[in-house]
T-cell receptor, first 113, second 113 residues
Framework: QQQVKQSPQSLIVQKGGISIINCAYE??????FPWYQQFPGKGPALLIA?????SEKKEGRFTISFNKSAKQFSLHIMDSQPGDSATYFC????????????FGEGTQLTVNP | GAVVSQHPSWVICKSGTSVKIECRSL??????MFWYRQFPKQSLMLMAT?????????EQGVEKDKFLINHASLTLSTLTVTSAHPEDSSFYIC?????????FGPGTRLTVT
């Protein structure tokens, strides 16, 4: 019930291409879905987040698409750059849980120049 | 805003000794902080939830007597790894909750020799 499944495990994209990472959740009570970016040896940084009352949120080159009925959400990185090479984690939480996050397994993104 | 720091960034200790890791929210007050452990190429594993002025809530399988957590103020939580062993070597990351979002520290690399 608390799991968040993330795919793919790794992704290689050419510079300028679109990177797409998918997540699926089970607990329909989740009400907050953030994406984190993590560089090696660093802590995760909040990238973008969405709540289930909207189907899409865009911030710069990063877009979250949210499908409530399918219990899925995805991160799209447009015009991917080598500097985007990092590990990306999706997560989900219940606001009533005090923002306790359930993380996906992570996706290692490599953007080739 | 929402900056979280950790100290030290890396530490090497001998087996059997204890080591303390500090987590501070620099520009906001956090009633709730979280401690995670991360192994190479894996996701973040929540160890415990720390609430200011009360005992920490540990996740199943985490030894509370080995990983002592103290949340003494609204800006400081500490994790003490007691009687450390080589298998405790890992990347420890804290986060602080603000407005329903979690902001992560840069992590502490612990190596037990």
């Amino acid at each position: 019930q608390q799991q968040v499944k993330q795919s793919p495990q790794s992704l290689i994209v050419q510079k300028g291409g679109i990177s797409i990472i998918n997540c699926a959740y089970e607990n329909t009570a989740f009400d907050y879905f953030p994406w984190y970016q993590q560089f090696p040896g660093k802590g995760p940084a909040l990238l973008i987040a969405i709540r289930p009352d909207v189907s899409e949120k865009k911030e710069g080159r990063f877009t979250i698409s949210f499908n409530k009925s399918a219990k899925q959400f995805s991160l799209h990185i447009m015009d991917s750059q080598p500097g985007d090479s990092a590990t990306y984690f999706c997560a989900a939480s219940l606001e009533t849980s005090g923002s306790r996050l359930t993380f996906g397994e992570g996706t290692q993104l490599t953007v080739n120049p | 805003g929402a900056v979280v720091s950790q100290h030290p960034s890396w530490v090497i200790c001998k087996s059997g000794t204890s080591v303390k890791i500090e987590c501070r929210s620099l520009d906001f007050q956090a009633t709730t902080m979280f401690w995670y452990r991360q192994f190479p190429k894996q996701s973040l594993m929540l160890m415990a939830t720390s609430n200011e002025g009360s005992k920490a809530t540990y996740e199943q399988g985490v030894e509370k007597d080995k990983f002592l957590i103290n949340h003494a103020s609204l800006t400081l939580s500490t994790l003490t790894v007691t009687s450390a062993h080589p298998e405790d070597s890992s990347f420890y990351i804290c986060s602080a909750s603000r407005g329903g979002k979690q902001y992560f520290g840069p992590g502490t690399r612990l190596t037990v020799t």
